[in-house]
């Protein structure tokens, strides 16, 4: 059932998410969301290029923001990899996101000087209670 949707016959109050972000504050939840998923997909797409595909799908289940139970010792016993290799790999990915982070942050300031103040800003603004 909708929760737009009036029902016929009924008297209750219709029911209303509660969501105390300014309009500024959604809008600017959304923008560093799809930041990091463009991040994310450009970082995706290098590892494809590499047909280096699923390495890259179980590298992801580390990063930030994602849920795993697994280990790396468990990840490097599921590709059949020293675990040490696995630890470089991620080393190795986290960089790249960096890196790529940045350029995609280039894209959105006028000169390079703003980068490091739009970073700061965009973990500010990712560490805002959603709510």
């Known amino acids: 059932m909708s929760l737009d949707e009036e ?5 209750r109050p219709r029911i ?14 959304s923008w560093a969301l799809a930041l990091l998923s463009q991040v994310r997909a450009r970082l995706e797409s290098e590892y494809r290029d590499a047909d280096n595909l699923q390495r890259f799908a179980l590298l992801e289940s580390f990063l930030p923001g994602q849920e795993t139970e697994l280990t ?12 040490g290799t696995i630890k470089s790999d991620m080393y190795r990915l986290k960089r790249r996101y960096r890196e790529l982070l940045r350029e995609e942050v280039a894209h959105t300031v006028t000169c390079p000087a703003e980068i490091e103040e739009e970073l700061r800003h965009l973990v500010t603004i990712l560490s805002r209670p959603q709510s």
């Open 16 to 29: 209303e998410l509660a969501d105390h972000r300014t309009a500024d504050q959604a809008y600017e939840f």
């Open 7 to 11: 029902v016929p016959g009924e008297d």
């Open 72 to 83: 790396y010792a468990q990840a490097a016993v599921q590709v059949g990899v020293a675990e």
